[in-house]
């Protein structure tokens, strides 16, 4: 890979940007639609570029092709199981909360991949960012004005939100050898299909009468953090790696408790702000390990 330029690092922070506007933007589409309409709408709407790209590239999509239970799967575990539960958690759980909570991403990743790959097992380094990111997250749920037992089931909900996202990605190492897109329009195309049914029987979404700004929020939220913020990754990845894009960790936590602050008002206190730098100094540690592996 050729050495970062500016606009390298600066796609990465918008990149950054946008998947940390997500929780503001679901804390905002709660306020007129349920977490199973939320994650519908934004597979949805997530799809329409994505699909466009593939359609203009002439990338074939597998979908419903002999692989199909894979895609399905993984559309289930990657995109419909922590859309919802993040969606049902941010209900009554601050989005700065959630932010970082969804920021534990890397740190269950690594524990995962000890378990479930032949070379990603714990080091010093690895184990020590591990200890230092949970406790960061531990600590953060002894924060009383925050997280109580009103909800603090909604806030273990957004952690297993969190956690779907590492199996997933797990998973999608089954498939590894097709191209991006395809994989990403693949199961896309299950999410909605398997949230069709749910969000038909369960919530009903027609008779909802929205308000204007949850109606945005959830067109972005499919439009831009997820179908959007889908591409830029994948751009990101192919001339710079996976090394470069996991930076993006350090900043969504960071940026979620900024712009949970700038347009929402909520509340940031010294337990959340002590979590966060806990969080990123894991994160720091676990991917030093990794920086360190890869020139080994």
Not at 11 to 23: D, E, K, P, V
Not at 110 to 118: D, R, S, Y
């Given at each position: 890979?050729?050495?970062?330029?500016?606009?390298?690092?600066?796609?990465?922070?918008?990149?950054?940007?946008?998947?940390?506007?997500?929780?503001?933007?679901?804390?905002?589409?709660?306020?007129?639609?349920?977490?199973?309409?939320?994650?519908?709408?934004?597979?949805f709407?997530?799809?329409?570029?994505?699909?466009?790209?593939?359609?203009?590239?002439?990338i074939?999509?597998?979908?419903?092709?002999?692989?199909?239970?894979?895609?399905?799967?993984?559309?289930?575990?990657?995109?419909?199981?922590?859309?919802f539960?993040?969606?049902?958690?941010?209900?009554s759980?601050?989005?700065?909360?959630?932010?970082?909570?969804?920021?534990?991403?890397?740190?269950?990743?690594?524990?995962?991949g000890?378990?479930?790959?032949?070379?990603?097992?714990?080091?010093?380094?690895?184990?020590?960012?591990i200890?230092?990111?949970?406790?960061?997250?531990?600590?953060?749920?002894?924060?009383?004005?925050?997280?109580?037992?009103?909800?603090?089931?909604?806030a273990?909900?957004?952690?297993?939100?969190?956690?779907?996202?590492?199996?997933?990605?797990?998973?999608?190492?089954?498939?590894?050898?097709?191209?991006?897109?395809?994989v990403?329009?693949s199961?896309?195309?299950?999410?909605?299909?398997?949230?069709?049914?749910?969000?038909?029987?369960?919530?009903?979404?027609?008779?909802?009468?929205?308000?204007f700004?949850?109606?945005?929020s959830?067109?972005?939220?499919?439009?831009?953090?997820?179908?959007i913020?889908?591409?830029?990754?994948?751009?990101?990845?192919?001339?710079?790696?996976?090394?470069?894009?996991?930076?993006v960790?350090?900043?969504?936590?960071?940026?979620?408790?900024?712009?949970?602050?700038?347009?929402?008002?909520?509340?940031?206190?010294?337990?959340?702000?002590?979590?966060?730098?806990?969080?990123?100094?894991?994160?720091?540690?676990?991917?030093?390990?990794?920086?360190?592996?890869?020139?080994?």
């Amino acid at each position: 890979m050729k050495q970062p330029k500016f606009i390298d690092y600066f796609l990465l922070t918008i990149l950054a940007l946008i998947w940390a506007s997500a929780f503001f933007n679901i804390k905002i589409a709660t306020y007129s639609f349920g977490p199973v309409t939320i994650a519908f709408l934004r597979v949805f709407f997530g799809a329409i570029p994505v699909l466009l790209l593939c359609h203009f590239k002439n990338i074939k999509i597998e979908a419903f092709s002999k692989d199909w239970y894979w895609f399905a799967i993984i559309g289930f575990i990657n995109l419909v199981a922590p859309f919802f539960l993040i969606a049902y958690g941010v209900q009554s759980v601050q989005s700065n909360l959630a932010a970082i909570l969804m920021s534990t991403t890397p740190l269950s990743s690594t524990v995962l991949g000890h378990f479930f790959t032949k070379n990603e097992k714990f080091n010093f380094l690895k184990t020590f960012g591990i200890l230092i990111g949970f406790s960061g997250i531990i600590y953060l749920f002894s924060d009383n004005l925050l997280i109580n037992e009103n909800n603090f089931l909604s806030a273990l909900l957004i952690l297993l939100g969190s956690t779907c996202y590492v199996i997933g990605g797990v998973l999608t190492l089954k498939i590894s050898k097709k191209r991006n897109e395809n994989v990403t329009g693949s199961i896309l195309i299950w999410a909605v299909i398997i949230l069709i049914p749910l969000v038909s029987i369960i919530e009903k979404p027609w008779n909802v009468n929205p308000r204007f700004d949850s109606t945005i929020s959830v067109i972005y939220l499919g439009l831009v953090s997820t179908g959007i913020a889908w591409l830029l990754r994948f751009r990101i990845l192919v001339k710079n790696g996976l090394i470069f894009q996991s930076q993006v960790s350090y900043l969504i936590p960071i940026f979620g408790t900024i712009l949970s602050y700038i347009f929402l008002n909520e509340l940031i206190t010294t337990k959340v702000l002590i979590s966060l730098i806990a969080v990123c100094l894991g994160i720091y540690f676990v991917r030093k390990a990794d920086n360190k592996k890869s020139f080994e």
